[in-house]
């Protein structure tokens, strides 16, 4: 019979030791308690981003909502430089913007490449749409891209952010308690599969709830899916090392 393969949580007798069972707990509850921080943070965001998306056209209105900025404005400006940037195969496009004498120049980053950062150049007429004090796109005749000031970007990023770190920190606590559990009861090896089949399953609910708050805008569906991918993968994670586990034994 073969040794069971050590790993970074086990002893070289093969059982777990203290500094990998209090790394996996440390570094868990770090995570969670991030999460909770960005969760925290989300309802402010999440309630901008419907405002935003409920706002209607200042033509169409008057009044306080035009006063208030609360309506989708539209403004003409001049490009006064571009600038682009690159990391690894993403572009930036950062555009300077002057509306007119009686405002100073500002600066703004385009979201992603698109059909506008892309062409624009300095002297160019373009239109920009702005909601309260966000510029959130800029148009050049019929082609128009957002900019990274568009709100519902940022509470997305937050939220797809904040459940991998916390299904990541989860399955760490998880994981550190049982780890101690085996040291404590002097239970057999801990086997290579014990770990890498967990960690898979780990993987893929997090790939679950990213794709899902990236799909809809609807919180409740996203929380709904995130918790039915977990509970899938992790299912099947433990039915996957318990067959292992009895082939080995066999």
Known sequence: MHPAPSSPFSSPSGRPNLMGVTFA????????????????????????????????????????????????????????????????KAVTYWITLDLGAAEQPFRIRMRSDGPVGEKLAPGDAVTVSSWRDAVWAVGLGELRQDTTSK???????QLA??????????VLLRGAGRLHRLRATRAPAVRASQ????????????????????????????????????????????????????????
Do not use: Y
Request: charged residues 15%; proline residues 4%.
């Open 161 to 170: 952010v904040g459940l991998a770190l916390l299904i990541v920190g989860a």
């Open 195 to 250: 770990i890498l089949v967990p960690m898979a399953a780990t993987f893929i609910a997090v790939g679950i709830a990213v794709t899902a708050v990236v799909a809809t805008d609807r919180l409740r569906l996203v929380l709904l899916t995130t918790a039915a991918g977990c509970a899938t993968a992790w299912t099947a994670s433990v039915l996957l090392v318990r067959r292992l586990g009895g082939q080995r034994t066999a």
């Open 25 to 88: 707990a440390i570094v868990g509850s770090v995570l969670v308690l991030v999460a909770a921080v960005l969760f925290a943070l989300l309802p402010g965001a999440l309630s901008e981003a419907r405002d935003f998306r409920a706002a209607r056209p200042c033509t169409e209105i008057g009044g306080s909502a035009v006063e208030n900025g609360d309506c989708l404005s539209e403004w003409p400006a001049t490009v006064v430089s571009t600038e682009t940037g690159r990391k690894k």
């Open 151 to 157: 709100p519902g970007h940022a509470p997305t990023v």
